[in-house]
């Protein structure tokens, strides 16, 4: 059985109208044109499914039936429509994103601010992880992109456009006041205690990569998940962190903690936003990504 969606369409209407004339109205075609697709329908059914009334038309036994199950479809299409529009207007719809959480802080929530006041619906969903993660969430197709820091292993499976910079270094308290106004040399580093990263984060593989360069392996007394616990950790003098400088800022400003001056800074290193090469974004993730790239 071979039948139009549309004959469905006219019957839909027409059975929850009880009229010819209203479902023609609704539909914006002849009141003819009605007749003849619901004759077609019956035809096809090989059955009726209207009897007339003198206020309209009625179900038949058989038209009830049919209506029970082709009510609930219609209904279903109109709603994935109504849906649809909604998502194609920003009234609707969902992010997910993929950030640690120092491109989280420094660079993306302004970003989030601004977009969540123009588009309160919108439902924005942040996987806080280091970037070997984020990447595998991308990768997954979990997350329509990703915030991430460099250093990180290129793929054809992603794009990344650069998007700011931030730069790593050692800061400290009191305790070693000691190396405040003199050059440390970073073999130097070696014989300090450290406070840095776990070893699965980007920051951590690229202030290692550039101490071994130099011929230095840090031996950390403490590893941390966040930057904002190693900052603290630093506070309280329990050791020479390695941060974005960023983390550090307010406590350096406050003079709780002094930032070491290296014989040789550790170069700037990017952020960027990582995009997929084989996975959709969502029609709202193109729009947050119009405004930072």
Known sequence: MNVSLEHYRVFYYAAKLKSVTLASERLYISQPAVSQSLKQL????GCALFFRTPKGVRLTPEGEVLFGYIGQGIDM??????KLEEMLNLEKGEIRIG????TLRFYLLPFLEKFHKSYPDIKISVSNAPTPETMAFLKAGRIDFGIVSAPFDESSDFKSVPVSEVTDVFVAGSRFSWLKDKTVSL?????????????NTSTRRFVDDFLKENNVILKPEFELATSDLIVKFAERDMGIASVVRSFAEESVKSGALFELKLEKELPARKICILTSTKNPISLAGNKLLKTMI
């Open 42 to 45: 019956e035809q096809s059914l």
């Open 77 to 82: 299409i109109m709603s994935g429509e109504r």
């Open 99 to 102: 950030a640690s959480d120092m």
């Open 187 to 199: 073999c130097e580093l070696e014989r300090l205690p450290t406070i840095c990263l776990e070893g």
